[in-house]
């Protein structure tokens, strides 16, 4: 078949280049591409190239839905259609099943509209009853450039479908997991295997499963991807401010709660109450307050603060100074009626009385009795040295004197005026306490400032210690409310950080959706030719056209689906609305094949369980031209319970393998082929050499041709596994056996993988297989010079055929 080229699957590395061209085109701002290329760039790459042109070439079975004993279904390993048929109930869509299991480890059958497993149905009907012992599948594959066959093997530990452990031979000298196979994507994008349950689901599944099946194949999944993490960009950046708006009524609450239990105000939670009330919060003014800076000086706590430090005078300092004042008064006292009391007094006389005499030297009269002439310079010098001897007396009652001057001032000094901001409960007492100043006895002076000092102390201490004690309490409130507000300021910076950087994400999100939606329909175009393609094989004589297929939505969006667009007599209709159910399927076969036949699929083998469920008999034919033209290219297997597909295809000379499978008691499944086509030249054969109206002449010619063909089918067979062990792909394959114009020419494909001289290929055959073998193929090429005497010679002619065939086949 040939269909309009599928768009690649194209590697993240391609997909980047024609993106990054398309960013440079556009004009968004710097900061904006820079954010779509950071997504781009987060991409997941592929861990490895998958194992690619894979063919099926058996199926085992074991203990497996209704296969009881190990059974097994073997398969041609190459282009052609193989159709296996069996009544219902025969084992066939266990085969089938079982190659979707192995290769995948989940069975759609057991999978609703949603996708999602329908839990009795697996649990039940996963085992047979008739077998125990084991359950097993194993899949042999033939893979191009391998000799060998690449085997995958699923067993079961228990009785849960999901526990069982798959493992992959034949890739190397040990077993490795199923993943080694590199499918994971690809069995997405181009899922190999339609089955039964999903062909009926197709087109009427959800839309978005319909779309999931065909987005992979466009290759777009890392643009999708890159969406998705700028999307969780955009949700984690969001995720900020609505934390932040989250937190912040609780937070509200816990200060208001503080504020309703203080037994005073604390200034800061409510400085930050108010803050946190307003249209936008001013996060600045509660980093302040979180960092500690002072609140203005006139608030409560401030006033606190300052009479929490308040002290007052030392009553141990003033006590100590009123003690030296008494101490001085006792002294002073105890001097005054001492002879040094005397002298100091006389001393003070004598020294009036010289000044006065300097002040007035002529006058010589006593200024106290009034004699003439008695203050002489004599009296003046003797009274003078008399006057020095007197202080020197007197000295201690000066020194007595200048101590109790000492300690009063140095009491006085004590008695400060009323601080600024003092409380208003302490200016009485302070007042007192600064009216000592103006006693003027000194003895009261002491014990008057000692009793205000202890008055004031006190006044003070209590003051002190409520403050403390309001501020202690206040404090704890803070203590709580304090790391809860830089929760929120965190949170709130974050947030405030964030806005700008969501405004580009959206933009890079918007601009990553329009460059999606554009490549996404340009590649789709090809998707839809070939289903157009499809759809005309399978709509015969049917009145609907299909259009465009369109994919609506996005990878991530629940609304996603398939648009199908069909027209009905030339107008336009809903596909789901105007079709019948065997058209349905034929759609739903549209959009199948497309992506299972793509040239990027590493699966060179698709699977169907019965398509033809529905359909009329021209669409039958269509679907048994469609399979021989993509068998041509392609593996092509078909489960089917309806003789009608086989039927079409003996009608249309389509060439096929047909494999019966039957089921007996207590699940023994066997398989039979029902056409093995060196059988059917063999048979046509015999039935020749076994008609006695027959001329020998006319048996001469034909039997040798006939049993030709029958060798011709071996050799085709085991040049074709030759040539695809070599590692050709299966188009050069096809093209070198039809270049084979002689048996020797097959031959020595099969033996040589190249063409060699006749010499050479018989040497060969008769080294490997025999020298008869070489004589049965030299007879057949002979053709009409063999000379078959009668009836029994031909049998044994065809004998001797059959057991080179069976030589040459296992070539």
Request: charged fraction near 25%.
């Amino acid at each position: 078949m040939t269909t309009a080229p599928i768009p690649s699957s194209a590697p993240p590395s391609s997909l980047l280049t024609d993106v990054n061209q398309r960013l440079d085109a556009a004009s968004l701002a710097p900061d904006v591409a820079a954010l779509v290329r950071d997504a781009l760039q987060g991409l997941r790459l592929p861990q490895g190239a998958p194992v690619r042109g894979v063919y099926l070439a058996s199926v085992t079975a074991e203990g497996f839905r209704g296969i009881g004993p190990a059974a097994t279904l073997d398969l041609p390993p190459g282009p052609g259609l193989t159709i296996v048929q069996g009544r219902n109930g025969s084992g066939k869509s266990s085969f089938a099943e079982g190659i979707e299991v192995a290769v995948t480890g989940h069975n759609r059958r057991w999978e609703d509209d949603d996708g999602k497993v329908v839990q009795g149905l697996q649990r039940d009907g996963w085992r047979n009853l008739h077998h125990t012992v084991a359950r097993r599948l194993e899949l042999q594959l033939q893979v191009s450039g391998r000799t060998e066959p690449v085997v995958i093997t699923r067993s079961w530990s228990g009785d849960a479908f999901d526990e069982s452990t798959a493992a992959v031979t034949g890739l190397g000298p040990a077993a490795q997991p199923l993943t080694a196979l590199g499918w994971e994507e690809d069995l997405r994008a181009f899922r190999p295997i339609l089955s039964y349950s999903e062909l009926g689901q197709m087109m009427t599944a959800k839309p978005s499963r319909m779309y999931d099946k065909l987005a992979p194949l466009l290759g777009l999944g890392p643009l999708a991807e890159a969406s998705e993490r700028l999307a969780a960009r955009e949700h984690q950046l969001q995720e900020s401010d609505k934390q932040a708006k989250a937190a912040l009524a609780p937070l509200q609450e816990a200060l208001q709660a503080a504020l309703a239990t203080a037994e005073q105000d604390d200034e800061r939670i409510q400085e930050a109450a108010t803050a946190l009330r307003e249209r936008i919060p001013d996060r600045e003014r509660v980093r302040s307050l979180v960092a500690g800076t002072p609140l203005a000086d006139g608030t409560e706590l401030s006033r606190l603060h300052r009479v929490a430090l308040l002290t007052g005078p030392d009553p141990e300092v003033v006590a100590a100074a009123a003690a030296r004042l008494r101490e001085a008064l006792a002294r002073a006292e105890d001097v005054r009626h001492s002879d040094a009391a005397v002298a100091q007094t006389r001393a003070e006389l004598l020294d009036r009385v010289l000044r006065l005499r300097a002040q007035h030297p002529s006058d010589h009269t006593c200024p106290v009795c009034r004699a003439p002439d008695r203050l002489d310079d004599a009296w003046v010098a003797a009274a003078s040295t008399q006057a020095e001897l007197l202080r020197e007396q007197a000295a201690a009652a000066l020194a007595a004197q200048r101590e109790l001057r000492g300690a009063a001032d140095d009491l006085r000094s004590l008695v400060q005026n009323r601080p600024a901001g003092l409380p208003q409960a302490l200016h009485q007492v302070w007042d007192e306490w600064v009216a000592c100043r103006r006693v003027q006895d000194l003895a009261e002076l002491a014990s008057t400032c000692e009793k205000q000092v202890g008055v004031l102390a006190d006044a003070c201490r209590h003051l002190r210690e409520e403050a403390r004690r309001r501020l202690a309490a206040q404090d704890e409130q803070w203590r709580q409310a304090a790391p809860k507000l830089a929760a929120w300021l965190e949170l709130a910076d974050a947030a405030v950080a964030a806005k700008p950087v969501i405004a580009q994400v959206k933009k890079a999100r918007n601009w990553l959706k329009v460059t999606l939606a554009a490549l996404r329909d340009e590649r789709m175009l090809a998707i839809a030719e070939s289903a157009q393609q499809v759809w005309g094989y399978l709509s015969q004589e049917s009145n609907v056209a299909l259009g465009a297929v369109n994919l609506t939505g996005s990878d991530a969006y629940s609304g996603r689906g398939v648009q199908l667009n069909v027209t009905v007599d030339d107008l336009d209709a809903s596909a789901l609305g105007v079709v019948s159910q065997g058209e349905l399927f034929s759609l739903a076969l549209a959009l199948f094949l497309p992506r299972a036949t793509s040239e990027q699929s590493p699966f060179d083998f698709i699977v169907i369980d019965d398509p033809v469920q529905s359909m009329d008999p021209r669409k039958v034919e269509g679907l048994a031209r469609l399979l021989g033209m993509i068998a041509e290219n392609r593996q092509v297997v078909v489960f089917s319970h309806d003789t009608r597909l086989p039927d079409a295809l003996r009608f249309q000379q389509i060439s096929a393998t047909v494999l019966e499978v039957g089921r007996h008691e207590r699940s023994l499944v066997t398989v039979r082929r029902a056409d093995d086509p060196v059988k059917r030249e063999l048979d046509a054969a015999r039935a020749v050499a076994k008609d006695r109206r027959v001329p020998a002449a006319v048996l001469n010619e034909v039997l040798p041709g006939q049993c030709r063909l029958a060798l011709e089918a071996a050799l085709y067979e085991s040049a074709r596994r030759a040539l695809l062990g070599a590692g050709l792909h299966h188009r050069a394959v096809e093209q070198r056996i039809a270049e084979a114009r002689e048996l020797t020419d097959l031959a020595a494909l099969a033996l040589f993988r190249e063409p060699r001289s006749k010499d050479e290929v018989y040497r060969e055959i008769n080294r490997r297989c025999g020298a008869e073998a070489g004589r049965v193929i030299g007879d057949c090429n002979k053709g009409a010079h063999t000379t078959l005497a009668g009836m029994e010679d031909a049998k044994r002619f065809i004998t001797r055929v059959a057991a080179a065939a069976k030589e040459l086949r296992e070539l």
